[in-house]
């Protein structure tokens, strides 16, 4: 027989399912997310995954140390659809060949746009750019880098310049 726990569990994992119907990166492709851990925040419209977490939609794969699915609350005559997604630690992201990673990860579903932070690098081929921030969007196959600002710290009585954290690319011909 099964217990009450189990019969939680179960319902978790069907709830997620249901809001998770709603495409997040392609048009139907059916989305797997497997992790350590799994809690539902029902309270809070949220999906949290702990450990190891892999997810996977058509040629879009996303790894990293915990995510945070935010989706929105029910309505009537309205299906629940992912609003946004928040990845947390040893972020990587696939796409094709464009691979990116970073420490932070942010995917906004309505703008398509994926933003990883937190010496942030981004690989085509065997191309690499690096910046502070790199803001992908999925629909254009397009990328912007943005570097840290300049920053000053004071030493004693002369003023010492960091040095800024510019935006760096490597390029090799082919």
Request: proline share 2%; aromatic share 8%; glycine share 8%.
């Amino acid at each position: 027989m099964l217990n009450k726990q189990l019969y939680s569990q179960i319902f978790l994992i069907l709830l997620f399912l249901t809001f998770c119907a709603t495409p997040l990166f392609a048009a139907s492709a059916p989305i797997t997310i497997e992790a350590d851990h799994m809690t539902s925040l029902e309270a809070n419209n949220t999906v949290l995954f702990k450990g190891n977490v892999d997810a996977a939609q058509a040629d879009v794969r996303i790894r990293s140390d915990e995510m945070t699915v935010y989706y929105t609350g029910v309505e009537e005559g309205k299906k629940q659809e992912v609003k946004r997604l928040k990845c947390i630690g040893n972020v990587e992201i696939t796409k094709g060949e464009w691979l990116g990673t970073g420490k932070v990860m942010n995917y906004l579903a309505k703008e398509r746009k994926v933003i990883l932070k937190g010496n942030a690098k981004a690989w085509q081929d065997t191309n690499l750019v690096s910046g502070n921030t790199i803001i992908y969007y999925l629909d254009e196959g397009r990328s912007e880098v943005v570097g840290s600002r300049p920053s000053a710290t004071v030493s004693g009585t002369t003023d010492e310049k960091k040095k800024s954290g510019r935006v760096r690319a490597t390029l090799t011909p082919q």
